[in-house]
């Protein structure tokens, strides 16, 4: 049985119910979470507020930083036990868990250094005046986290908003709170103040929308989908509360005939297939030049043929999907694909010890996908790559930037002066040339546009959303 953690206190919730835990690879529960409410937030928003006025705001900011890089290394230290915490709770293949709980610590690491180093600026201003900037933090934020990459997400939103010296309420994905749970606790273990990170489990239209509401909390950070995002946004608007949306994609990757092919493809895969495709900037669309289009969707395809699929343990290429209900979703968007009668390259396998009981979805390749097609504009959050073809740049263009998503693009060609017109053309909040993902790119700010949502996480950048300016004028004559 897994408990809030709240004040560095395992804690029940009020309502005395729990949701169980279930591993995507079997179907089967092996834990429960607690199912809280609107007076379990209350509980957490009230120590959180405490920890901020009588402790976390009376630290200095290097001794913040130093308590940041031992939450770090701790984390470096368990990291085995909580890559398989996280790998039975979401299903994930060892080698992506393990990257999971390396990239958490790292964004503690990173975080850890930039506290002393944000600061305001002075700014020219008439004779006889001095004007200086401070950069604040809101006080007590509040985070709602998806269950795609639970330490990955929680790392770089409250690794970030504590570095702005921010405390913490959070709300994990109800599919995805264990390692969020041991994170916290490792937190009190190195010598965080109680208070300063608060773990609250249960369903988002309970617990999640409370946090929302509450007028204690001065700043959300939401990760998820856009339709939640709306939600927020407006439940936000009512009192004014900031919000940063981190939401959903439809990424494409743009392939010009002159691309390196040899590096495209791999990158190309592992863009969708990673994590089941269940990543909010997975490469779901794949738009090639007429010319290379067959060939490549050949070379695709044999390689899409040999992805495995199976249980997490086996760290196959592609693990189960979270839940039930997203391999329901998944597998109607294909049959709604079919009766489209758009045509499929390559599957992957399911390996036979898989059991039947486990959410499992072979990767497929799709082709000549109608760009206004359903499967081209939404948000699949399965491992299913939409194929088609584009005549010149501006098709390319043109494609690339019809869905309501911005978030992430990929741009795979060898002359450098196509490169810079088309990344500015894109509309997204990153592109990628030559490359995709970076490889995580703790550093890197991110975030999108249009329905991938406002404001920007990771990287030094985040700390400007965790903070709130104030000008501080001074007329001395
Ligand atoms: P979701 O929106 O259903 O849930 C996200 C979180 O919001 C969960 O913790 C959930 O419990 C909570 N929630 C649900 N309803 C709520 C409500 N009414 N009020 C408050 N909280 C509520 O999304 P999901 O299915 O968990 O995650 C998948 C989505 O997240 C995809 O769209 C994906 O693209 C997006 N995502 C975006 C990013 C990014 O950085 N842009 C990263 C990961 C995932």
Not at 67 to 87: D, F, G, V
Request: net charge negative; glycine share 10%; with cysteine.
């Amino acid at each position: 049985m897994q408990f809030n953690f709240i004040a560095n206190t395992p804690v029940p919730s009020s309502s005395g119910q729990t949701i169980a835990v279930v591993d995507p690879s079997d179907g089967q529960t092996y834990d429960e979470i607690q199912r809280s409410n609107a007076t379990d937030i209350d509980h957490a928003v009230d120590a959180a507020r405490q920890c901020f006025d009588t402790a976390w705001s009376r630290l200095g900011a290097a001794e913040r930083g130093r308590l940041l890089m031992r939450l770090s290394l701790k984390i470096s230290e368990h990291s085995e036990q909580l890559a398989a915490i996280e790998q039975r709770d979401c299903g994930k293949p060892t080698r992506q868990a393990r990257a999971d709980a390396v990239a958490l610590a790292r964004y503690f690491e990173f975080y850890a250094g930039a506290c002393d180093k944000l600061h305001g600026e002075t700014i020219p201003y008439l004779d006889g005046y001095s004007v200086l900037t401070w950069r604040e933090p809101h006080g007590v934020t509040g985070h709602i986290i998806p269950w795609n990459y639970p330490m990955q997400i929680f790392g770089r939103s409250v690794g970030g908003a504590l570095a702005a010296g921010n405390v913490c309420v959070v709300k994990p994905a109800e599919d995805a709170c264990l390692s969020l749970i041991r994170v916290a606790q490792l937190a009190a273990e190195v010598g965080f103040p109680a208070g300063a990170i608060n773990i609250v489990t249960g369903y988002g239209h309970e617990v999640g929308d409370a946090l929302a509401r509450h007028p204690g909390i001065d700043h959300i950070s939401f990760t998820g989908s856009p339709s939640v995002g709306t939600l927020i946004q407006q439940v936000a608007a009512a009192r004014h509360c900031p919000v940063t949306l981190e939401l959903g994609g439809k990424s494409p990757q743009i392939v010009f005939a002159d691309a390196d092919l040899d590096a495209a493809v791999p990158a190309i895969i592992n863009a969708i297939v990673q994590n089941a495709g269940q990543t909010c900037s997975a490469g779901s669309r794949l738009l090639v030049e007429q010319s290379i289009y067959e060939p490549l969707l050949h070379r695709l395809g044999q390689a899409f043929e040999k992805l495995r699929v199976g249980p997490a343990t086996l760290d196959l290429d592609v693990g189960p999907l979270i839940r039930q209900s997203q391999q329901q979703r998944v597998r109607k968007f294909l049959d709604d694909a079919r009766q489209a009668n758009i045509g499929t390259v390559a599957q992957g396998q399911v390996v036979d010890s898989a059991p039947a009981s486990g959410f499992y979805q072979a990767p497929t390749l799709l082709r000549d996908v109608p760009v206004t097609h359903r499967v081209a504009q939404e948000e699949v959050f399965g491992p299913v790559l939409c194929a088609m073809a584009f005549r010149d740049e501006d098709h390319a263009v043109e494609i690339a930037n019809a869905t309501q998503f911005g978030l992430v693009a990929g741009v795979w060609t060898a002359d450098g002066a196509r490169q810079f017109r088309i990344a500015r053309r894109l509309r997204s909040g990153q592109v990628f040339i030559n490359n995709y993902g970076a490889g995580g790119g703790v550093e890197l700010p991110f975030g999108g546009v249009k329905s991938s949502g406002h404001g920007r996480e990771k990287g030094f950048e985040a700390l400007y959303g965790f903070t709130t300016l104030k000008t501080v004028a001074i007329k001395h004559g």
